[in-house]
């Protein structure tokens, strides 16, 4: 199957998740993630109007923002080290994985020096894996509130990464935990804290996630098919 017909099959299971879970489809926004894939196959999905997609390497999504058109919306969902956000600040839209109070620090003063805002997510481990990283969901609404001070950020929401199982059930109860938390800090009423976007869900378990309340699935294998990290 193409890369479009691939596109076109998730973005249909998107719109059902949707409609299960009564929610009108402009909420979720499919990010295409395109990490190790050639801008070639980017390029292929421009023509029905995609627009946002994932990467998780500074060095790789700076190569291809530089090679595409300029209104693709570029999401960092991956680690990011505090030495390479000045690479970044003025090439993402959003970036999805903060999980340090130094990091939103460093992306505070490059968005400043860039006469910029930047949105961002904090990522949270809700499995609370060892591998992944991520604050805690204990952690999470102290480093929102510290953060919400910093200037030339705007904090949206949150983001997780749940593990990899073999059926998306069980991971129902780590997204409805994110959204759990989610409201929780709503509650809490920081200034310059929004607070409407889930990032959740991935190509094993994003139908699940939009059930539960994503607002933003990230989406590689089953758009671009398999990664092979080899041929790098
Ligand atoms: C690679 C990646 C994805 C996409 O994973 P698939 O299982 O291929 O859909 C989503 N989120 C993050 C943070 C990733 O690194």
């Known amino acids: 199957m193409s890369v479009c017909d691939q596109y076109r099959r998730v973005e249909e299971k ?4 949707c409609k299960r879970a009564g929610r009108p489809p402009e909420e979720v926004t499919l990010i295409a ?8 196959m980017i390029e292929e999905l421009l023509p029905l109007g995609v627009r946002d997609f994932g990467e998780n390497k500074v ?6 923002e530089e090679a595409l058109p300029k209104d693709i919306r570029w999401h960092m969902i991956g680690h990011l080290q505090r030495n390479k956000v000045k690479y970044v600040i003025d090439k993402a839209c959003m970036i ?3 999980d340090s109070l130094r990091l939103a620090q460093e992306i505070s003063k490059e968005a400043v020096k860039h006469d910029l805002v930047m949105p961002v997510l904090v990522e949270v481990n809700v499995a609370g894996e060892e591998s992944k990283f991520g604050v805690s969901v204990e952690e999470a609404p ?6 919400a001070k910093l200037p030339g950020i705007q904090i949206k929401g949150l983001m997780t990464i749940a593990p990899y199982v073999e059926d998306p059930e069980e991971n129902r109860n780590i997204f409805r935990n994110l959204r759990k938390l989610s409201v929780d800090i709503r509650e809490k ?4 804290v929004i607070m409407d976007v889930l990032s959740m869900g991935m190509t094993g378990d994003y139908e699940v996630a939009i059930e539960e309340g994503a607002t933003h699935v990230r989406v590689g294998t089953g758009i671009f098919g398999e990664r092979n990290y080899n041929i790098e």
Do not use: C, G, W, Y
């Open 189 to 192: 009423n920081f200034d310059n």
């Open 96 to 98: 999805h994985s903060v």
């Open 59 to 64: 060095q790789e999504l700076t190569a291809k």
């Open 33 to 40: 993630v395109s990490k190790t894939k050639p801008a070639s």
């Open 14 to 17: 998107v719109k059902n998740a």
């Open 142 to 147: 102290s480093l929102v509130e510290e953060m």
